[in-house]
Structure formats: C-alpha cells, structure tokens
C-alpha cells in the first residue's frame, strides 16, 4: 500500500507496517515496518503470519512500558489472552506449523480453552466443535472459513466486532449472522468454480503448464478459493481473475508462485504474495500478454506438463488394526498444519463393504472387516468404478454423531487393490 501510506505521511500520520509477506524493493515510509522477511530483520523465525507479527509487537510493547514503569501503579496486561486469536490466524492462514508458531497455537488453543473470549466461544458453538476439544483442523476448517466469509463477500466489521465483545447475545448474533455469510460464501464459490472447472474441461489441457482463468463477474472474495479448487482438481498453478481486475494465485509442489507472477509483473498494475499464495491487480487488456510470460515462467522452474501429484504415506498399516486410542495417540504430535502435517497412513487390499455418496460430490464408505466409516471428500465421480477391494491412503479422526464417538478415515486417495 505504497500510496496510501505516502498519503498518511504527506497528512502527518505516523504508520507501522505489520507483514509477513516478500517484502518490496522499496519500503514505504513508516515509522516502522515490520516482517520477519526482511534481510535485516534479526528475529529468529521467519514463518510467522501476520497476526504473530502483530502479537509480537504487543510483547515488545508490553516490555518497552514496563521498563519505563508504565506498570508501577496500574495491572500489568496478560498479552497470554490474546494467543486463542493468534492461534485461529497461524492455522487459517496456512503458515508453517513449526517452532514460534507449533508454540503460539498450542497455547493458543489452551487459552481457548477457557472459554473466557466471549465470541470466539459462540463462533465455536455455532460451527459445532467440542469447545474443550478445539484442534488445529476445526481452526482451519470450521472457524477460520465463517471468520472470514463476511470479509470475502462485503467488510470483516462483523468479525471484529465479534472478537472484542462481552456481550453474549451480541455474540450470539454476530456468530449466526457469520454463519449465514459462510453458507452465502460457499454457494457463490461452488457456482464459480462449477465455471472455472467447465472452462477449463472445455479447452486442451494437455500442453499447458499454468492456469489463467478471468470472468469480470466473478466474485474478489472468493478467487482464492477457486484458484485452490482448481490446484487440487488439475495440479496446475492457477491464477483466477475476477471482478476489478483482482486475481488470486495458487501453486502447486515445488513452485514459488510469487516467483513466477514476478517474472510477468510487467503486466500487472500491482502484485503481492508468498511462495504458496499471491494476489494481483490487472487490467483485462493484459491479461493475454500476462498469460504468456506467467506460463513461460512456470515451465522455466516446473519442466514439461503435465505434473504428477504424488502421495508419501508415514506408515503401512493394517486396517484390521485401526482403533479410535490412536487418534489420541496422534493428537499428541499436534497440532498439526502447514510443515507439521497429520501422519498419513497406507492399508492394502481393504474390502469396501458399502458405498454411497454424501452432500453433492462426496464418497461415504464403510471399510475393513471392522466396518470402519470413511470420507472421501470430492471424490464422489469415482462411485461407479469402485472395486470391492481397495488401497488406501487416509488418516485418522474421531467423527461425533449423536453424543457417540467413533474412528473415521479421512480418505486422501483410492487405487483399486491389485497395482502394485
């Protein structure tokens, strides 16, 4: 935000920058700026979001005051209350999940505990997670997404407001009015990726190495997770432009996106990122030229399409032998994220005992002799074509239902059971 902050300067406001993202050639004039990316910045850990930044910053502040003797004659504030925010941020934003932040949200999800943030809690309620059994999935998956729908679709207020309140019913109806965003979200983003994924089908994959996909119609607030469902589906990196001339970029394994887009800046009006995320700005007259140099610079670093997920399973292990003490065995190696993820286990020749299919795209089995209930989310295509035996790669997770608790496999791919 070079301009902007230029502008608070030339008005005689002091700014401090907090980021964590590749910082530009130029720093804009602060009266500091903060990112652990910075070549002269000596922290000691680089992977923090913003949000860790930011709690940093408290913690020097805090410091700075007290030896001041800011203290002396009033209570010293307990920056530890703020960790279940810091928490939900380092997971939802999908950092590195080792050393400062492994630290930060497991504290974080002790603080959160405690129940004693008012909103947090009912946002808890209202997503239908065991309070006293938060896990860094449920941040992920289940807070983080209604955190963040009202922000994607009009303006985040309504999280804030949720956040710093002491009010229950307000609680309680921010946390449902964030709700119903989320579902609002979710069916824009379903119908703009049934496009995305009809553009694509309809076009001649075989040769390209990048996706660009631009619709003026399509909503700022949710490209990203567009450009994330096509990386799963066709493992290209993506950039999808929408509304304004906005775009959001995904990557796949072993490309730094930002390193790519910045090889075709030429055409932008403006770009920011990391190595796994970046957004950008775009007038449509551009974007051919752009698509060029972008697919250009992923075949200098990727080689020849097409690019073959592969799948490293930490343990084989026999399905017979699954049981639910595991998944607490598991749970302390969390929490589990980015550069920390959950083990994935490999069973051979395990027989599906039924098969159906759930919401719109997923596969419900239930497998082994054991008869274990299994997901395997968006792979409902498959249905038709599934063997009575098969491989499976997966990990392990305690499924509630009705006040009862039992194992579920979490299904990341199927191959019928006599590949080798």
Not at 185 to 200: G, N
Not at 363 to 382: P, S, T, Y
């Amino acid at each position: 935000a070079q301009r902007e902050l230029e502008l608070a300067e030339s008005l005689g406001l002091d700014t401090i920058v907090v980021d964590h993202h590749k910082v530009p050639e130029v720093l804009p004039p602060t009266v500091a700026c903060l990112n652990p990316q910075r070549e002269d910045c000596e922290f000691p850990f680089k992977g923090l979001c913003a949000a860790g930044v930011a709690f940093m910053l408290v913690v020097a502040l805090r410091r700075h005051l007290r030896e001041k003797g800011w203290f002396e004659n009033q209570p010293e504030p307990d920056v530890r209350s703020l960790l279940d925010i810091v928490a939900v941020a380092t997971v939802a934003d999908m950092v590195p999940l080792e050393k400062t932040n492994r630290v930060l949200v497991t504290a974080g999800l002790k603080q959160m505990a405690k129940q004693e943030r008012v909103g947090l809690t009912a946002l808890i309620t209202v997503a239908k997670v065991d309070s006293q059994r938060v896990s860094s999935s449920d941040l992920g998956f289940r807070i983080g997404p209604r955190i963040n729908a009202r922000g994607r679709l009009s303006h985040a207020g309504a999280a804030v407001e949720l956040m710093l309140t002491n009010d229950p019913d307000l609680a309680s109806r921010l946390s449902e009015s964030l709700d119903t965003a989320n579902r609002e979200r979710r069916e824009i983003q379903d119908h703009a990726v049934l496009e995305a994924t009809e553009c694509v089908d309809q076009a001649d994959l075989s040769g390209m190495a990048s996706l660009v996909l631009a619709k003026p119609h399509w909503h700022p607030g949710v490209l990203g997770l567009i450009a994330a469902k096509l990386v799963n589906r066709y493992n290209r990196p993506t950039i999808i432009i929408g509304e304004g001339g906005k775009g959001s970029a995904r990557t796949i394994s072993g490309l730094d996106i930002h390193a790519a887009i910045d090889s075709a800046s030429v055409h932008l009006e403006r770009f920011g990122g990391h190595k796994a995320a970046a957004g950008l700005t775009i007038r449509e007259e551009s974007i051919a030229g752009f698509c060029v140099d972008f697919e250009h610079a992923v075949r200098n670093a990727m080689g020849e399409p097409p690019f073959i997920p592969t799948l490293k399973p930490d343990i084989e292990f026999n399905a017979d032998h699954l049981n639910l003490h595991m998944v607490d065995e598991m749970e302390e190696l969390g929490p589990f994220g980015q550069k920390n993820p959950e083990p994935l286990f490999f069973s051979r020749s395990v027989p599906v005992r039924s098969s159906r299919i759930v919401g719109t795209t997923h596969l419900k089995l239930n497998v082994g002799d054991q008869g274990i209930d299994a997901i395997a989310f968006g792979m409902g295509e498959h249905l038709s074509a599934l063997p009575h035996t098969i491989d499976i790669a997966y990990r392990i997770e305690r499924n509630v239902f009705r006040g009862r608790e039992n194992l579920q496999l979490r299904i990341e791919d199927i191959r019928p059971s006599d590949i080798n």
